[in-house]
């Protein structure tokens, strides 16, 4: 998700140093989408593994 992440904002930084400002606002959009559903997904399975873990103890 995170490899996702960063070549969308690649890819809009390369399109906002050429001047296509409409492609970059979408690949960040796009970028940043991607990091938080990444970072929601991170913390989720850290919950769940703290969780599981306990419940074997």
């Known amino acids: 998700?995170?490899?996702w992440?960063?070549?969308f904002l690649i890819i809009a930084g390369i399109?906002?140093?050429?001047?296509?400002g409409g492609i970059a606002g979408a690949a960040?959009?796009?970028?940043k989408f991607l990091f938080f559903v990444g970072?929601?997904?991170v913390a989720l399975f850290v919950v769940l593994g703290?969780?599981?873990g306990k419940k074997v103890l």
């Open 28 to 31: 960040a959009g796009v970028a």
């Open 5 to 7: 992440a960063i070549i």
């Open 50 to 52: 703290i969780v599981a």
């Open 15 to 20: 399109a906002a140093i050429l001047g296509f």
């Open 39 to 41: 970072l929601a997904l």
């Open 1 to 3: 998700m995170f490899k």
